[in-house]
């Protein structure tokens, strides 16, 4: 069972252009669809889509959007919350060039942020999945603190997020309380590693030693999308990169929560550190190969296709790390 939690979720409206963007003027559109979205729920929806069996927890009271989960097979636990759910609008170039426009979300109680919390805990599963950006007022903290306690009941817990809540995860590492797993992209890790944005990207060692001081300060394992340059993982027994396939990109909307499931995927299947990297940059290029926020299928994963090699990136400690905080 996974359990995600996503405490911003979203109908994800993406709208395909018949050619280029062009600012101020007049477009026709090929082709529109909504789906119900947020990081979260795209991990729930993959998780549906392999026949892996998934609870998504979120606050909201609208039927309509719990409706259209409840249709594709995605069990939930609702916490009502007021407010309008908010509408992502995402544009697509036939090119695969993509225009993200994310509203912020309404505004959660703290009551209601306490209930959510509590639910969570009630909660039984192999893997917990923390997933996407903080409504607004809700504390930079609130992922840091439900990990901690979620691991404090012996949970795996994977956190995807970005800004200021990743920062307060990042500043709280510690033994034992700290994600079983991170998955930032590569300007994420290299914000929170203090490194030059778009540094990263196209140097996999380098990302891959950014990742390392993260597992070195108490993450169980670090997996940086690095875009069409795949990934890489960084845990405890080792470091790896991955290269993706050649594909023709459709929409990169949701392409790393799908390399997230890919990773869990394999992880629940008993699969090594490569094997789940190549797990995960084969759900993500599929994805990417995919309209709007489309969810690869396991038929659609090319894991046969990835490439994975090992990198040399010496730990910077001479402290043992012992067994990963992943496997416990």
Known sequence: ???????NPSVDRTIALPGPLARGGVLRVADAVDEPGGKGINIS?????????????????????????ADLGIACAAVPAPGRMRVNLTLTEPDGTTTKLNAAGAPLPADLL???????????????VLAGSLPPGVPDGWYAELTARLRGRGRRVAVDTSDAALSAVVAG???????SLLKPNADELAAVVGAAPGSLEGDPTLAAAAARTLVERGAGAVLATLGAAGAVL????????ATPPPVRVVSTVGAGDSSLFGYLAADLRGASGPERLASAVAYGSA?????GSTVPSPADA?????????????SSTTASEGVP????
């Open 1 to 7: 069972m996974i359990v995600t939690v996503t405490l």
């Open 45 to 69: 929806r993959a998780c549906a889509a392999a026949g892996l069996a998934t609870r998504a927890v979120l606050p909201t009271a609208d039927a309509s959007f719990l409706g259209d989960l």
């Open 114 to 128: 306490a209930a959510l919390a509590e639910r969570v805990l009630d909660e039984s599963g192999d893997w917990f």
């Open 173 to 179: 590492l510690a033994a034992g309380t700290a994600p």
């Open 234 to 241: 960084v845990d405890g027994e080792g470091a790896w990169h």
């Open 287 to 291: 994805a990417a190969a995919l309209p």
């Open 302 to 314: 090319r894991v046969h296709e990835i490439r994975v090699l090992p990198l040399d990136v010496p």
């Open 325 to 328: 905080s992943w496997q416990n």
